[in-house]
């Protein structure tokens, strides 16, 4: 306890029952649970098992198990704590039955689902202009977001289309392949403990206490999950910021933590003031920004660090200039004394990586990305799970479809639906399946699988000797790396070398004693894009703000702090609210700085296939120079010693066309052409002299 403030110490020695611990970035909440889960074991006897800490990502989850570990040593490693999801299904392994699934159930990622959903229109004859998959997914998503099953799930026409109904279908389909999907996790534990009263009451007594970090970021639906485990012992911790809810678009309710006194009475409430984390000079850049928002608890947050430097805030040609001016930026760091894991580039959008990513690579700075396409989300490693599911005994229909016709074995789109309906007629599941098509008696299109399903029978009998369980003989006689090499020699060796990755992934795991449906929860939970096995590396981190929530680094670099990045194009259509969303983003940006903190802003960006010419965020407004240092290149300028000082970059105003930015000019004199990028109005080009342009 000699290691947290007065504030921190009263939380986390506080007694039972609901504890609201309500502040600002930095200012030792995580710690502050640590600490809380600490003190109930050492201090009141609650055993590790008991006590149930909830994070928002895996990440989050491995950083507080090492603190436990460093502060109470091994019994932390007892505590039960992960993400909703993960402990969802922990909890449905358990009761799966209950529901009507088996308890080997798999989870289906992104892809198949993207592929599933398209799949349930295409059979019911909706083309993609009259609804388009993606919007039926975020339809149903956003149901089991607010708790709706299909059956309570809100009558919704679309263009004639009912929705309702179609959700219905996808979880029929769902639950015919076995599956369910990411959101489903968490509603059905839900449902589990709504209509099974002796699951609640099992599943209430597992636990006395419930912890949440980040809570500011729960949906409706996590909400119940919470309320309906915490129902009999009422000790429910949370710690949250509202300042810092960025996942309003998928759901999440801020009220749930404005609210948290009122829903649960009696509840204890501790207010942290002191920042830890950054120096004065990122905190007073970071208030600046989030004070602007209206609708918000008002929160004190005095630094406890030294004044620091300033804030930078560097404007740049285009992404490729603002890539190597980072790159530039973070040498100057390394030269400092920083370690590269001690940096992070976090952007808005998953996109931008890729100009960031090429120029690391060429100044051969050492980087990883946290999330876009993960490991398990490549082609070879779907495939290569697929048959290493199917050989051990825990492959579904899906993952049969998958790889029937890879390699080619001649089974068309007809063949596979061929196949679909074979295996659903036989009642079996799909493993199960192929010792009978092994025998030769599943007929139709499985002929084509009788050689492939005979040697996952045999092989079965050898795989309790090999490390890996098979994987590698079965990829190597199923054809299937050979068919690799018909993608060009490089492309297939690094396709090699990911599964040599996944051989030496799964022998570890194999070494814990974990069963292969242990083994598959894992790769599906890490699907989510978090996977990391290179996390004690000394690389640069690149990740999305969304991702960086919870994290902190010495150095942060915020790319693309630009209207149309951050706010973020869609947000704009949210108005007001998704304005705010965005600038609290910026704020979880900022606040993950403890010492050195650059914002960059490029005049042209490609994005998406086009190229944009962007206005610097609207936030920068807020960010006076005295708070945040600008660094232009200083504007060539034009001539005239009227218009000194305005030149490529600066921020002007016109009487008809409003704000806007300066992006090229040409000629000289009174003949000077100025091209504006105006807010409002698009790009213009104007003579200089008539223009009656204003700089601001
Ligand atoms: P966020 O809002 O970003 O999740 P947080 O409130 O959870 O932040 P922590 O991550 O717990 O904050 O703490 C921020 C930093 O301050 C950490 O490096 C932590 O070790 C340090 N810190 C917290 N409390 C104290 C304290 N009382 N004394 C010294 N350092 C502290
Ligand atoms: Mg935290």
């Known amino acids: 306890m000699a290691d947290l403030n007065s504030a921190q110490q009263a939380a986390a020695e506080a007694g039972n029952g609901p504890q609201l611990i309500l502040a600002g970035a930095g200012s030792g909440k995580t710690r502050t649970i640590v600490h809380r889960i600490g003190h109930l ?51 449905l392994r358990r009761y799966a039955e209950a529901l009507g699934y088996p308890r080997s159930f798999q989870v289906i990622d992104a892809d198949d689902q993207k592929a599933l959903v398209k799949r349930i229109l295409k059979q019911a004859n909706i083309a993609s202009d009259r609804l388009h998959p993606s919007y ?54 839900v449902v589990l403990m709504r209509e099974h009263a002796g699951i609640a009451e099992a599943l209430q007594r597992s636990f006395d206490h419930v912890l949440v970090d980040e809570y500011q970021d729960t949906n409706p639906v996590q909400h119940e999950w919470l309320t309906l485990l915490c129902t009999g012992h009422r000790n429910l911790t949370v710690v949250g910021d509202d300042d810092q809810s960025i996942y309003g678009w998928r759901g999440a309710d801020i009220r749930h933590i404005l609210e948290f006194e009122r829903i649960w009475s009696g509840a204890g409430t501790h207010r942290l003031e002191e920042n830890y984390r950054s120096t004065a000079a990122i905190l007073d850049l970071a208030n600046a920004v989030i004070c602007k928002n209206e609708d918000r608890h008002d929160k004190c947050l005095r630094p406890t660090q030294e004044q620091g430097v300033p804030p930078q805030w560097k404007v740049c040609n285009d992404e490729y200039d603002e890539a190597r001016k980072i790159a530039v930026q973070l040498n100057a760091w390394c030269d400092m004394g920083y370690a590269w894991q001690e940096m992070a580039i976090l952007y808005r959008s998953n996109r931008q990586s890729l100009a960031l990513e090429q120029i690391l690579r060429e100044s051969s700075l050492p980087y990883r990305i946290v999330g876009g396409v993960g490991f398990f989300e490549r082609l070879e490693i779907k495939d290569a799970l697929a048959y290493w599911a199917l050989l051990n005994r825990c492959g579904d229909g899906l993952q049969l479809l998958r790889i029937c016709n890879r390699p080619k074995r001649g089974i068309g789109t007809k063949g596979q639906e061929q196949l679909a309906a074979l295996l659903s007629a036989s009642g079996l599941r799909a493993h199960e399946w192929l010792d009978v098509v092994a025998d030769g008696k599943a007929g139709g299109a499985a002929g084509k699988l009788v050689p492939i399903a005979r040697l996952i029978v045999s092989l079965r009998d050898e795989i309790g000797n090999m490390p890996d369980r098979g994987l590698m003989e079965l990829l190597e006689r199923s054809g299937y790396l050979q068919s690799l090499q018909a993608m060009g020699e490089i492309e297939a060796a690094g396709r090699i070398d990911n599964l040599h990755t996944l051989q030496r992934y799964i022998e570890l795991t194999m070494e814990q ?63 007001e609210a998704g304005i705010a969303e965005e600038r609290r983003l910026l704020y979880v940006g900022i606040t993950r700085a403890r010492r050195q903190l650059l914002l960059t802003t490029a005049r042209l960006r490609r994005l998406f296939g086009e190229t944009h010419y962007p206005l610097p965020s609207r936030f920068i407004k807020d960010m006076s120079p005295a708070i945040l240092q600008h660094d232009m290149p200083t504007p060539q300028p034009m001539q005239d010693e009227s218009e000194a000082g305005m030149g490529i970059g600066s921020s002007v105003c016109h009487p008809s066309f409003g704000e806007g930015v300066i992006t090229d000019f040409e000629g000289a004199g009174d003949a000077i052409r100025v091209t504006v990028q105006f807010r409002k109005a698009g790009i213009k080009r104007l003579m200089l002299k008539y223009a009656a342009l204003q700089a601001v």
């Open 41 to 91: 074991i050492s201090h009141r006897g609650i055993a590790p098992h008991r006590i149930l800490a909830v994070t928002f990502t895996n990440k989050a989850a491995a950083e507080l198990k090492a603190r436990l570990s460093q502060l109470i040593g091994d019994d932390g490693g007892g505590v039960v704590s992960g993400t909703f999801h993960a402990i969802s299904l922990r909890l």
């Open 136 to 189: 039926l997914r975020g339809w149903i998503e956003h149901c089991k977001h607010a708790g709706q099953t299909a059956e309570q799930a809100p009558a919704c026409d679309w263009n004639g289309v009912d929705l309702r109904g179609l959700y219905h279908t996808y979880q029929q389909q769902l639950r015919e392949h076995e599956r369910m999907d990411f959101s489903d996790l968490i509603l059905n534990c």
């Open 513 to 575: 004693e974990l069963t292969p449906v242990e083994f598959m929860d894992r790769a599906a939970l890490l699907q989510s894009g978090e996977e990391d096995s290179r996390d004690n590396e000394n690389t640069v981190t690149l990740m999305s703000l969304h991702r960086a929530k919870g994290l902190e680094f010495d150095c942060v670099i915020l790319p693309g702090v630009e209207e149309g990045l951050l706010p973020h194009q869609r947000s704009l259509d949210d108005g």
